[in-house]
């Protein structure tokens, strides 16, 4: 069984940063392509940025040079840093192992002064 459990979401002032962490369960986590997604209100989930099991990443070109994707194997983790935060970034957040449909239970950072 699959856990996803993330954390490090707040509020925060613009031009701030936080870091997020999700931290998974599996024994072979090293080979799982993550993903972090975001959802705010009214608004379809979008998948902001990704990395595959060799450290590749990608990004939504929203977030592309203030975001940044990692993950540590030896922790069975990803984390998602994010910097020059705007109130456009106010969502609840998610990491996916993708591919499939294990999704963390999300966590809300809120941008705001």
């Known amino acids: 069984q699959v856990q996803l459990v993330e954390s490090g979401g707040g509020l925060v002032q613009p031009g701030g940063s936080l870091r997020l962490s999700c931290v998974a369960s599996g024994s072979i986590f090293s080979m799982w392509f993550m993903g972090w997604y975001r959802q705010a209100p009214g608004k379809q989930r979008e998948l902001v940025a990704q990395i595959t099991s060799d450290g590749h990443t990608n990004y939504a070109d929203s977030v592309k040079g203030r975001f940044t994707i990692s993950r540590d194997n030896a922790k069975n983790t990803v984390y998602l840093q994010m910097n020059s935060l705007k109130p456009e970034d106010t969502a609840v957040y998610y990491c996916?192992?993708?591919?499939?449909?294990?999704w963390g239970q999300g966590t809300q950072v809120t941008v705001s002064s």
């Open positions: 996916r192992r993708l591919g499939t449909n294990y």
